[in-house]
């Protein structure tokens, strides 16, 4: 059964680093894109990285570029996303989904999604 299931999340200092993973089971992640989305508490969830399946191209929000990478490890069917230098502004849950294509804006397209994990940065 496709599932995406995210992990690594907990309560940091601002200024820290934190890795976040999302594991993929049910099919080959090469395959497809992922993304990460993250919903602050109050605020409508944002699209904030996203990777393709097989070619290396990756996308982020501009105002977490420089501080959050992404990347994938296909063998493990891992996408990571390192987060640098977290600010409270960081606080979410960050969500991992799929789609089939590299780049879409809709969330209606990201056809499965994780749980969540809880990424909570104290000042």
């Known amino acids: 059964e496709v599932q995406l299931v995210e992990s690594g999340g907990g309560l940091v200092q601002a200024g820290g680093s934190l890795r976040l993973s999302c594991t993929a089971s049910?099919?080959?992640?090469?395959?497809?894109?992922i993304a990460w989305f993250r919903q602050a508490p109050g605020k409508e969830r944002e699209r904030v990285l996203c990777?393709?399946?097989?070619?290396?191209?990756?996308w982020y929000l501009g105002s977490v570029k420089g501080r959050f990478t992404i990347s994938r490890d296909n063998a493990k069917n891992t996408v990571s996303l390192l987060i640098d230098s977290l600010k409270p502004e960081d606080t979410a849950v960050y969500y991992c989904a799929r789609s089939k294509w590299f780049g879409v804006t809709i969330e209606s397209e990201y056809d499965y999604w994780g749980r969540g994990t809880q990424v909570t940065v104290s000042s």
């Open positions: 990777i393709s399946g097989s070619d290396g191209r990756t």
């Open positions: 049910g099919f080959s992640l090469d395959d497809y894109a």
